[in-house]
Nanobody, 121 residues
């Protein structure tokens, strides 16, 4: 069974930084894309960033130049470095991977439990 555990959320002042981590565990044969999403109160879940197996990254426009996604494939862990945080970045952040678990031949999507990020003075 594949499990994602997130960490690193919290309360930070505007202009501050946080680093989120997402560690995948279980019997995993292969991981393709690793992604971060967020959901603010009263809003739909929004895609934030993707990193592919080859290291290609993509970001939603509102975080470009402020957030950076990275991965440590050897540890099945990926990160979201968030700098110059704004109050509108306040949300629950979720990690997401596309992976092939042991005993399966196709990719499935897995989600973390979410971690709260609050940007406020």
């Amino acid at each position: 069974q594949v499990r994602l555990v997130e960490s690193g959320g919290g309360l930070v002042q505007p202009g501050g930084s946080l680093r989120l981590s997402c560690a995948a565990s279980g019997s995993i044969f292969s991981i393709r894309n690793m992604e971060w999403y967020r959901q603010a109160p009263g809003k739909q879940r929004e895609w934030v960033a993707t990193i592919t197996t080859g290291g290609t990254t993509n970001y939603v426009g509102s975080v470009k130049g402020r957030f950076a996604i990275s991965r440590d494939s050897a540890k099945n862990t990926f990160y979201l470095q968030m700098n110059s945080l704004l109050p509108e970045d306040t949300a629950v952040y979720y990690c997401n991977i596309q992976a092939v678990p042991a005993g399966q031949t196709y990719y499935s999507t897995y989600w973390g439990q979410g971690t709260q990020v609050t940007v406020s003075s």
